[in-house]
């Protein structure tokens, strides 16, 4: 499974971006696709994350009713829309994938994720 990230740029405080990551190489494995990110010298945090057949979707607080995290099938994508961003939104982006299903207080920890795309930055700055 290759996982390939897109979307990232420098925007303003307030301002929309909208993360791709196109999925290749056994997207019927999968069970839940999602985004991480990382700031400079901080560690690995959850973002979202959605079981790729639907129904649990899981959102860090800090996102919540900003972000919202979609599957395209017919492109074999997951977006991740982003909303009022701030800076503290600041990071590079990571995509990641995993291939069955755990307990939801081990979703949103990024060691138990078995696939992961390169990174994109964002950047929120006025």
């Known amino acids: 499974v290759q996982l390939q990230a897109s979307g990232g740029g420098l925007v303003q405080p307030g301002d929309s971006l909208r993360l791709s990551c196109e999925v290749s190489?056994?997207?019927?494995?999968?069970?839940?696709m999602g985004w991480f990110r990382q700031a400079p010298g901080k560690d690995r945090e959850f973002v979202a994350v959605r079981a790729v057949s639907g129904g649990d979707i899981y959102y860090a607080d800090s996102v919540k009713g900003r972000f919202t995290i979609s599957r395209d099938r017919a492109k074999n994508m997951v977006t991740l829309q982003m909303n009022s961003l701030k800076p503290e939104d600041t990071a590079v982006y990571y995509c990641?994938?995993?291939?069955?299903?755990?307990?939801?207080?081990?979703?949103?920890?990024?060691?138990?994720?078995?696939?992961w795309g390169q990174g994109t930055q964002v950047t929120v700055s006025s």
């Open positions: 190489g056994g997207t019927y494995s999968l069970y839940y």
């Open positions: 990641a994938a995993r291939g069955r299903r755990i307990i939801q207080s081990a979703v949103k920890d990024p060691r138990h994720y078995d696939y």
